[in-house]
């Protein structure tokens, strides 16, 4: 891309950016919560490019201005400052052009947006729910070192630990854009607890990350929804309490059901249930974009395909191998205590190169 062609477009951006601004001020538009939401973020996804966009038309500028002075300068000591300062802007620049380039490419509106995360026990028995429970402690540590919330919807406890189901929601900045390279199954290679002969075994757990569906994504009836409750149980059926606080809905045009059992109040079940509900519906949607992404990056396969093995945790050896990117870590205990930044790190680094290959840049 030349010099001119990006600086047109960075002067097209700001123009767009400044337009925004002022409809976000225009009370016919905060008046429109749900306008006002979807103009905001445009506005919010915006604001760094165009700061880049101004870094850059500085730079340029400095570059012009120090090249006129060693056309016209006599004294050396000052050449030589002009000299120095082109060198480093002939360095800086073109640094700085990639990463607008970058930032050109329309992102993913998902990215900003809260979690629903699933994980599910898939083959190998009573180890795989052992193993489900370690990939939830794994999120949670990872969770903690960023500072986000994590909310249980529903969990399904295995018969010697771990979960066979569990469904949560994770609340912060940027959640869905980061977590969402971990939909997919991950395999985990190890002595299982269960195992009396000492075999290592293979077992699988399969995780799903959706964007949380807002209340202005997608208008739902509640005469289309089907209220059941029950009375909460815990591990083997026993009741846990005896007043029917736990909520099933059901979306009679999609038939999705999702349920919520965590909290003791019917009324706070039901909103966390609702919530979730109109996550799953509203993804129904989204999948269909996944799956025409996920035909042309491979670190999206997860996501397009959910039955894509995207990682295997092999215990004996001590090593965590990503097959999306190539990736191997030497050390699975740290990894498992949610040292997870650097293989996230290297998936969107992946990702950005092919979304400016798909750009054509």
């Given at each position: 891309?030349?010099?001119?062609?990006?600086?047109?477009?960075?002067?097209?951006?700001?123009?767009?950016?400044?337009?925004?601004?002022?409809?976000?001020?225009?009370?016919?538009?905060?008046?429109?919560?749900?306008?006002?939401?979807?103009?905001?973020?445009?506005?919010?996804?915006?604001?760094?490019?165009?700061?880049?966009?101004?870094?850059?038309?500085?730079?340029?500028?400095?570059?012009?201005?120090?090249?006129?002075l060693l056309m016209v300068e006599k004294d050396e000591e000052m050449r030589d400052m002009a000299k120095e300062e082109v060198s480093m802007l002939e360095e800086e620049i073109p640094r700085l052009e990639e990463e607008i380039k970058l930032l050109l490419i329309p992102a993913d509106p998902q990215?900003?947006?809260?979690?629903?995360?699933?994980?599910?026990?898939?083959?190998?028995?009573?180890?795989?729910?052992?193993?489900?429970?370690?990939?939830?402690?794994?999120?949670?540590?990872?969770?903690?070192?960023?500072?986000?919330?994590?909310?249980?919807?529903?969990?399904?406890?295995?018969?010697?630990?771990?979960?066979?189901?569990?469904?949560?929601?994770?609340?912060?900045?940027?959640?869905?854009?980061?977590?969402?390279?971990?939909?997919?199954?991950?395999?985990?290679?190890?002595?299982?607890?269960?195992?009396?002969?000492?075999?290592?075994?293979?077992?699988?757990?399969?995780?799903?990350?959706?964007?949380?569906?807002?209340?202005?994504?997608?208008?739902?009836?509640?005469?289309?929804?089907?209220?059941?409750?029950?009375?909460?149980?815990?591990?083997?059926?026993?009741?846990?309490?005896?007043?029917?606080?736990?909520?099933?809905?059901?979306?009679?045009?999609?038939?999705?059901?999702?349920?919520?059992?965590?909290?003791?109040?019917?009324?706070?079940?039901?909103?966390?249930?609702?919530?979730?509900?109109?996550?799953?519906?509203?993804?129904?949607?989204?999948?269909?974009?996944?799956?025409?992404?996920?035909?042309?990056?491979?670190?999206?396969?997860?996501?397009?395909?959910?039955?894509?093995?995207?990682?295997?945790?092999?215990?004996?050896?001590?090593?965590?191998?990503?097959?999306?990117?190539?990736?191997?870590?030497?050390?699975?205990?740290?990894?498992?205590?949610?040292?997870?930044?650097?293989?996230?790190?290297?998936?969107?680094?992946?990702?950005?190169?092919?979304?400016?290959?798909?750009?054509?840049?």
């Amino acid at each position: 891309m030349s010099d001119n062609n990006l600086l047109s477009k960075l002067t097209g951006i700001k123009e767009k950016f400044e337009n925004l601004s002022e409809q976000l001020s225009d009370p016919s538009v905060m008046s429109d919560m749900k306008k006002y939401i979807s103009l905001n973020r445009e506005y919010r996804g915006l604001e760094p490019l165009v700061e880049a966009g101004e870094k850059y038309k500085s730079l340029m500028g400095n570059l012009q201005s120090a090249k006129e002075l060693l056309m016209v300068e006599k004294d050396e000591e000052m050449r030589d400052m002009a000299k120095e300062e082109v060198s480093m802007l002939e360095e800086e620049i073109p640094r700085l052009e990639e990463e607008i380039k970058l930032l050109l490419i329309p992102a993913d509106p998902q990215d900003e947006k809260n979690a629903i995360l699933e994980i599910r026990a898939g083959a190998g028995g009573d180890e795989a729910s052992i193993f489900a429970g370690d990939l939830f402690r794994m999120y949670s540590k990872y969770a903690e070192r960023r500072g986000w919330k994590i909310e249980i919807n529903s969990q399904n406890e295995g018969t010697s630990g771990g979960f066979k189901e569990l469904i949560c929601k994770v609340s912060g900045t940027g959640v869905y854009g980061v977590l969402k390279y971990e939909s997919g199954v991950h395999r985990v290679q190890r002595v299982p607890q269960t195992e009396t002969q000492g075999r290592v075994h293979t077992s699988a757990a399969s995780v799903v990350v959706l964007p949380e569906a807002e209340e202005f994504d997608i208008d739902i009836s509640v005469n289309d929804i089907r209220k059941d409750t029950f009375c909460s149980s815990g591990p083997g059926g026993q009741s846990v309490n005896t007043t029917y606080s736990a909520i099933r809905l059901t979306h009679i045009p999609s038939g999705v059901v999702v349920q919520c059992q965590d909290q003791k109040s019917q009324i706070k079940n039901y909103e966390k249930a609702f919530a979730e509900l109109r996550t799953r519906v509203y993804n129904l949607e989204y999948d269909k974009y996944l799956n025409e992404i996920s035909s042309k990056r491979k670190t999206m396969v997860s996501t397009g395909d959910r039955s894509a093995k995207i990682r295997t945790y092999n215990y004996p050896q001590s090593r965590v191998t990503d097959h999306r990117i190539n990736y191997n870590m030497h050390n699975l205990p740290m990894f498992m205590d949610g040292a997870l930044q650097d293989v996230l790190d290297e998936l969107q680094v992946a990702e950005n190169a092919e979304r400016l290959k798909e750009s054509g840049e």
